[in-house]
Nanobody, 118 residues
Framework: QVQLVESGGGLVQPGGSLRLSCEAS????????MGWYRQAPGKQRELVAD???????NYADSVKGRFTISRDNAKNTVYLQMNELKPEDTAVYYC????????????WGQGTQVTVSS
C-alpha cells in the first residue's frame, strides 16, 4: 500500500520561504504526475503545481514566479519551494500522485498546514 508522507509546513512571515517535501512509500507507476494542491478555509481545493515524470511542470497563475516544483524520481519524492509567501498562500497543502497508466491510482497525502502571518 502506498503512503504519501508530507513534511515542511509551518508558520512563516510574509515574504518568507518554505520548502515542502512529499515522499511516496511503496511502489508507484513510473509514469505519473506528482503535485501539490491547497485548500484554504471556506474554499475549494485547488491545484498549486504539478510535475510529470518527464519533467513537464504546470503552475497556478497565483504562484508563478514564486513557487518551484521539482521531483527526485529515484526517491519517489516531490518538492515545492515556496518563496515570497503571502498571507493568501495560507492553506492546508496536500501532496498528490496520479498514475497515468494502469492502475491509474489517484493518491493523496494527509496535508500539511502552511500559515503566512506576521
Amino acid at each position: 500500500q502506498v503512503q504519501l508522507v508530507e513534511s515542511g509546513g509551518g508558520l512563516v512571515q510574509p515574504g518568507g520561504s518554505l520548502r515542502l517535501s512529499c515522499e511516496a512509500s511503496g511502489t508507484i507507476r513510473s509514469i505519473n504526475a506528482m503535485g501539490w494542491y491547497r485548500q484554504a478555509p471556506g474554499k475549494q481545493r485547488e491545484l498549486v503545481a504539478d510535475i510529470r515524470s518527464g519533467g513537464t511542470t504546470n503552475y497556478a497563475d497565483s504562484v508563478k514566479g514564486r513557487f518551484t516544483i521539482s521531483r527526485d524520481n529515484a526517491k519517489n519524492t516531490v518538492y515545492l519551494q515556496m518563496n515570497e509567501l503571502k498571507p493568501e498562500d495560507t492553506a492546508v497543502y496536500y501532496c498528490n500522485v496520479r498514475e497515468i497508466v494502469w492502475p491509474k491510482r489517484d493518491l493523496w497525502g494527509q496535508g500539511t498546514q502552511v500559515t503566512v502571518s506576521s
